[in-house]
T-cell receptor, first 116, second 120 residues
Framework: KNQVEQSPQSLIILEGKNCTLQ??????????LRWYKQDTGRGPVSLTI?????NTKSNGRYTATLDADTKQSSLHITASQLSDSASYICVVADMNYGGATNKLIFGTGTLLAVQP | GAVVSQHPSWVICKSGTSVKIECRSL??????MFWYRQFPKQSLMLMAT?????????EQGVEKDKFLINHASLTLSTLTVTSAHPEDSSFYICSATTGGTSGRAKNIQYFGAGTRLSVL
């Protein structure tokens, strides 16, 4: 079972509409949770990063929430644009991994398609 | 912001040949670099962690003799896929971190744009 699960797998919305993507994780303890946007054939680009003590973080039209008690996070996209079409990946930094840098556990992503 | 450059972005090679992929941190010194592989419609899977001046640490199931990693400087790491076969065709992505000592700074990984490898 994947330690980071995302839903839905894919989503189609009309331009201008809002949407919310979900992430459930079992990684514990964790250092931080991030949301990345990955365009097809490109590397991931960071949208937000939250430590376990933060509940919400915004970056423009993107707002991420975190509930460390229920181990859930969401990414809300407001007033969607065609350029928002991409895969959105939830990533949890695993504190159990040794070394100077935590290991990142990636979700399988939600593929978002914004249609005109 | 921190920029990680990956080259080439796309490579096609014949089966049995070796391919080298470069990952450079352009405006910061990367004490640690990571190499990931991503198959279609799957999440990124960590292949190995590379620290400057030392041997890379490979994840379970990744053949170290097949995927040679060199991190000779604080701004460059290379991944060489030796004797590539069609099953090695994938999207390879590197990331780099400054490895800072503060809680959040040490965890920020900056990703390259990826390299699409197609082995014929």
């Amino acid at each position: 079972k994947n330690q980071v699960e995302q839903s839905p797998q894919s989503l189609i919305i009309l331009e201008g509409k809002n949407c919310t993507l979900q992430c459930n994780y079992t990684v514990s303890p964790f250092s931080n949770l991030r949301w990345y946007k990955q365009d097809t054939g490109r590397g991931p680009v960071s949208l937000t990063i939250m430590t376990f003590s933060e509940n919400t973080k915004s970056n423009g039209r993107y707002t991420a929430t975190l509930d460390a008690d229920t181990k859930q996070s969401s990414l809300h996209i407001t007033a969607s644009q065609l350029s928002d079409s991409a895969s959105y990946i939830c990533v949890v930094a695993d504190m159990n991994y040794g070394g100077a840098t935590n290991k990142l556990i990636f979700g399988t992503g939600t593929l978002l398609a914004v249609q005109p | 912001g921190a920029v990680v450059s990956q080259h080439p972005s796309w490579v096609i090679c014949k089966s049995g040949t070796s391919v080298k992929i470069e990952c450079r941190s352009l405006d910061f010194q990367a004490t640690t670099m990571f190499w990931y592989r991503q198959f279609p419609k799957q999440s990124l899977m960590l292949m190995a962690t590379s620290n400057e001046g030392s041997k890379a640490t490979y994840e379970q199931g990744v053949e170290k003799d097949k995927f040679l990693i060199n991190h000779a400087s604080l701004t460059l790491s290379t991944l060489t896929v030796t004797s590539a076969h069609p099953e090695d065709s994938s999207f390879y992505i590197c990331s780099a971190t400054t490895g800072g000592t503060s809680g959040r700074a040490k965890n920020i990984q900056y990703f390259g744009a990826g390299t699409r490898l197609s082995v014929l």
